[in-house]
């Protein structure tokens, strides 16, 4: 019985180092670095400058991962953006109570918003190849296709 212990013990005393070490090797594979406003890709800066003129980047962080890079820019005004690697908007986030610069969200999207929730707008909006994802500055998530037509409210 001592020995059983003594060895289940050991094997213990093995395999968490082995397991903590194993899982801080997954965030190793993600890199984020800190660049300029000139080292975003072409779209993501004639995106800033046509739906942000005059607003300040304070930051721009690059990450890459397996997948590709992904770019945050948080700009002065409490907007947050993120762009693919082809610099395409992928979520355009405003502080709370505000809303995204108008032209984002796709026609179809902004006629359900304004005709369902006429005292709302939206204050963040996703985009993946499933579709969109909206918040609106009440907080209600709303779904949509990828033709902007609505899903469902996401509860």
């Not at 965030?27 to 993501?44: G, M, Y």
């Not at 300040?56 to 890079?69: A, D, N, Y």
Request: charged letters at 25%; proline letters at 5%; aromatic letters at 8%.
């Amino acid at each position: 019985m001592k020995i059983t212990t003594k060895l289940m013990l050991a094997a213990l005393l093995v395999a968490v180092p082995t397991m903590a070490w194993s899982c801080s090797d997954d965030d190793d594979d993600n890199r984020k670095e800190s660049i300029t406003v000139e080292q975003l890709p072409q779209a993501s800066r004639t995106f800033i400058a046509d739906y942000y003129p005059g607003v300040s980047v304070l930051r721009v962080t690059k990450e890459t991962e397996h997948s590709g890079s992904e770019y945050d820019v948080n700009l002065a005004n409490g907007h947050e953006i993120e762009f693919n690697a082809a610099g395409e908007w992928t979520d355009v986030d405003a502080p709370t109570g505000q809303t995204v610069p108008a032209g984002i969200a796709p026609k179809a999207i902004v006629e359900y918003v304004t005709a369902n929730y006429p005292d709302q707008g939206i204050n963040e909006i996703s985009r993946d190849r499933k579709g969109y994802e909206v918040d609106l500055t009440s907080g209600l998530d709303l779904e949509f296709d990828t033709n902007g037509n609505f899903i469902r409210i996401d509860r």
